[in-house]
């Protein structure tokens, strides 16, 4: 008898500059593509948001909360890098040990996006 999948599998097809690109960014990251993917799903499909946000046209951005509304605690933003792996409170992707990421300054709990996620402020 063959083992359940504790998982769903989900496909999609996209343009092949796209693939190139998630593929690239999890590289970056490093963490498999299908992580990525499901990071950024789950923060796309999180239960009990109220603002569903846009799906934008652009492969670059998927915009789930108005990025100044989301961190309007932070006085401002302070590089480093990191001595843990952590999720980015923006998008939620995994941030590995050792990546340059962005601690937000200024907020009760502690704020870390990545480079992408602070492009977009």
Not at 39 to 53: M, P, R
Request: with cysteine; glycine share 10%; charged share 25%.
């Amino acid at each position: 008898m063959a083992m359940k999948r504790k998982e769903e599998y989900l496909g999609a097809r996209v343009p092949k500059e796209l693939r190139d690109r998630v593929i690239q960014r999890a590289k970056q990251m490093g963490i498999p593509v299908s992580i990525l993917i499901r990071n950024i799903l789950e923060e796309a499909f999180k239960e009990g948001q109220t603002d569903h946000g846009v799906i934008s046209s652009s492969a670059d951005s998927i915009s789930i909360k108005s990025t100044s509304a989301k961190f309007s605690a932070v006085l401002g933003w302070e590089k480093l890098q990191l001595n843990k792996t952590v999720s980015c409170s923006g998008c939620g992707i995994g941030l590995q040990q050792g990546t340059e990421a962005f601690l937000g300054i200024g907020a009760a709990e502690p704020i870390v996006i990545c480079n992408t996620c602070k492009g977009r402020l």
